[in-house]
């Protein structure tokens, strides 16, 4: 099933509970919600008090994307602050604090997922692959929105998806940077499922209009439904 999970990084925080309103009513599935530590990547975004008000005003389903060191240290709060989905990078810690955050994170009955980014090999999630229920390949450098897409990451996204359908059936494959509707079908095509969008949908003078384009696309690509 495609889901199609628009990046609150590329909103308006002026207006951000119009903007997730927007996308929730444009039938988005997940709302994408960025952390940037300033040390794991050279940007800082938002964090728990933003979740918190972020969880108070929508029911959507909230993808929580850490992009910080030791992310074993906060995984709790971010689950007390209404996280649905924590995920963690595999850079971020050993591969024994990761197991264990990843263990954390199910204790507080949020799903645990991980993430890699473009120089670490698709190899580098097989310890933690039947742990989670949702993978996501970095297709952009973490830590700005509005890259371009990184089509060399594609083999990877192959590599994982046949690791996924081996090991663990039911796990998500989440792509994230330079998702439009032509880059997700590329994607899509290669066994992604969960597709990540910020300036795409946000800048779109529809967004309904566009999650709709990027999910057709995608399902175009993914499972043979029509003509791309």
Do not use: W
């Not at 039947?130 to 830590?143: H, Q, R």
């Not at 529809?206 to 990027?214: L, S, V, Y």
Request: with cysteine; glycine share 8%; net charge negative.
């Amino acid at each position: 099933m495609i889901k199609i999970a628009p990046s609150i990084l590329s909103a308006d925080f002026a207006r951000l509970g119009e903007d997730i309103e927007s996308v929730r009513l444009g039938g988005a599935d997940y709302l994408h919600f960025d952390v940037m530590d300033g040390l794991f990547v050279p940007n800082i975004s938002i964090g728990i008090p933003v979740l918190e008000s972020v969880r108070k005003s929508t029911d959507m389903v909230l993808d929580v994307h850490l992009m910080i060191q030791q992310p074993i240290r906060y995984v709790k709060e971010f689950a007390r602050a209404g996280a649905d989905i924590i995920n963690i990078h595999v850079e971020a810690d050993t591969e024994e604090a990761t197991a264990r955050a990843i263990e954390l994170i199910k204790l507080t009955g949020s799903r645990a997922a991980v993430t890699i980014k473009p120089k670490t090999p698709a190899e580098a999630a097989l310890p933690f692959i039947k742990d989670v229920s949702l993978i996501l390949v970095m297709t952009v450098e973490p830590g700005f929105g509005g890259q371009g897409f990184m089509d060399d990451m594609l083999p990877k996204v192959k590599i994982l998806r046949q690791y996924i359908d081996r090991l663990n059936p039911v796990c998500e494959m989440e792509v994230d940077g330079g998702i439009n509707p032509q880059t997700a079908a590329q994607a899509a095509a290669s066994g992604a499922d969960v597709f990540v969008a910020g300036n795409a949908i946000f800048r779109a003078a529809d967004r309904a209009a566009k999650i709709a384009e990027i999910r057709k696309y995608a399902e175009d690509a993914r499972y043979g439904t029509g003509t791309v």
